[in-house]
T-cell receptor
Framework: ETGVTQTPRHLVMGMTNKKSLKCEQH?????MYWYKQSAKKPLELMFV???????ENNSVPSRFSPECPNSSHLFLHLHTLQPEDSALYLC????????????FGEGSRLTVL | QQQVKQSPQSLIVQKGGISIINCAYE??????FPWYQQFPGKGPALLIA?????SEKKEGRFTISFNKSAKQFSLHIMDSQPGDSATYFC?????????????FGSGTQLTVLP
């Protein structure tokens, strides 16, 4: 495996379900990110972890809960989501303090019914 | 202000033509301006980037033009090809603690007709 891998690629859940998105990077980076991508809107930064510590939380609703157990893995735990949370969730990684080049995974397409 | 404004939202170009996408920013602390390319079903991938100490950077058919005084930068794709059809995002960031955080534009969907 190389690059940034996200699972599952597609997820359909009801508003009362609890699910998790997983991201794994094989690039030796030490910063990881969650972005939300909705149609015709800018990518929205949700969370940033650098050296396994959360350094940014852009006013994301508490129904999204990130977890970064080590520099290679990042999770996004989901519970009691709303239909407007349906989007593509992208994970990315980078070298902290570097140029800022992000390496993205292919995303997890989430549909909330 | 952290916003980056991108235009046009969509662009259709004939094969061999020049594609031009524009972005404007407000935060003068930004010091890194990348462009990302995204194909359907894929995550965005870095295409080309520039720092504000130069006014132009060229890599193959792709050129970034940067106007620091106007706080604008643009992507030019020369000799556009059907394989260039994708969504393009401009972005900007400044040093912020231990991890740089990119602010993205809203994207331009480019279609190159054969």
């Amino acid at each position: 495996e190389t690059g940034v891998t996200q699972t599952p690629r597609h997820l359909v859940m009801g508003m009362t379900n609890k699910k998790s998105l997983k991201c794994e990077q094989h690039l030796g980076h030490n910063a990881m990110y969650w972005y939300k991508q909705s149609a015709k809107k800018p990518l929205e930064l949700m969370f940033v972890y650098s050296l396994e510590e959360r350094v940014e939380n852009n006013s994301v609703p508490s129904r999204f809960s990130p977890e970064c157990p080590n520099s290679s893995h990042l999770f996004l735990h989901l519970h009691t989501l709303q239909p407007e949370d349906s989007a593509l969730y992208l994970c990315a990684s980078s070298h902290s303090g570097g140029t800022g080049e992000l390496f993205f995974g292919e995303g997890s397409r989430l549909t909330v019914l | 202000q952290q916003q980056v404004k991108q235009s046009p939202q969509s662009l259709i170009v004939q094969k061999g033509g020049i594609s031009i996408i524009n972005c404007a920013y407000e935060n003068t602390a930004f010091d890194y301006f990348p462009w990302y390319q995204q194909f359907p079903g894929k995550g965005p991938a870095l295409l080309i980037a520039i720092r504000p100490d130069v006014s132009e950077k060229k890599e193959g058919r792709f050129t970034i033009s940067f106007n620091k005084s106007a706080k604008q930068f643009s992507l030019h794709i020369m000799d556009s090809q059907p394989g260039d059809s994708a969504t393009y995002f401009c972005a900007a960031s400044g040093a912020s603690g231990s991890a740089r955080q990119l602010t993205f534009g809203s994207g331009t969907q480019l279609t190159v007709l054969p």
